[in-house]
Antibody
Framework: QVQLVQSGAEVKKPGASVRIFCKAS????????VHWVRRAPGQGLEWVGI????????SYAQKFQARVTMTRDTSTSTVYMDLSSLTSEDTAVYYC????????????WGQGTLVTVSS | QSALTQPASVSGSPGQSITISCTGT?????????VSWYQQHPGKVPKLLIF???KWPSGASYRFSGSKSGYTASLTISGLQTDDEADYYC??????????FGGGTKLTVL
């Protein structure tokens, strides 16, 4: 069965960086795009970016362009998201989700990773 | 880019039908038939309800239906059930690999 398993919760200080991973199984890893989406406390879903595991091409929301990097490792079917220069506003649950065409059809989601940024 | 516009809240009684709107621009909802809808219960993972404006993913409930006219997409829930009480989000493709979400709508089943 399709599974996206994310890394565990993180606590970071302001100004630090965080790396979250999303390990896929149950399907052909390179046949589906992977999005990253976050939900901050009291807020709605916010799109962060997307990676095409087949080739590694990425697109990021303008808001995160300068400080987010998404990569993948096809040998382990894992996608990584690095977010730098963290502030308290980055405190959120981060989700990965797969998409067959990269056109906003997020059909399977990871369980979410809570990132807390606090001094 | 601003989020797609959704009503903050809607409500209905069991058995009724309700509709949630999602308004974008000519650069997203108005240009592409790649609008999706998601349901998220508190503390849970979002669940895909509708994709490509009006298509159902495998295993989805047909009580949820989608449509689009111009810059506005809509999600209709028929035969409201208490378990439908949740947050609902629309999303749209915006070109060049990017996606945008709506601000979310809280559905209360009275």
């Amino acid at each position: 069965q399709v599974q996206l398993v994310q890394s565990g919760a993180e606590v970071k200080k302001p100004g630090a960086s965080v790396r979250i991973f999303c390990k896929a199984s149950g399907y052909t890893f390179t046949s589906y795009y992977v999005h990253w989406v976050r939900r901050a406390p009291g807020q709605g879903l916010e799109w962060v970016g997307i990676i095409n595991p087949n080739g590694g091409r990425t697109s990021y929301a303008q808001k995160f362009q300068a400080r987010v990097t998404m990569t993948r490792d096809t040998s382990t079917s894992t996608v990584y998201m690095d977010l730098s220069s963290l502030t308290s506003e980055d405190t959120a649950v981060y989700y990965c989700a797969r998409d067959p065409l990269g056109a906003s059809e997020l059909d399977y989601w990871g369980q979410g990773t809570l990132v807390t940024v606090s001094s | 880019q601003s989020a797609l516009t959704q009503p903050a809240s809607v409500s209905g009684s069991p058995g009724q039908s309700i509709t949630i709107s999602c308004t974008g621009t000519r650069n997203d909802v108005g240009r592409y038939d790649y609008v999706s809808w998601y349901q998220q219960h508190p503390g849970k993972v979002p669940k895909l309800l509708i994709f490509d404006v009006s298509k159902w993913p495998s295993g989805a409930s047909y009580r949820f239906s989608g449509s689009k006219s111009g810059y506005t997409a809509s999600l209709t829930i028929s035969g409201l059930q208490t378990d439908d009480e949740a947050d609902y989000y629309c999303s749209s493709y915006t070109g060049d690999g990017t996606t945008i979400f709506g601000g979310g709508t809280k559905l209360t089943v009275l």
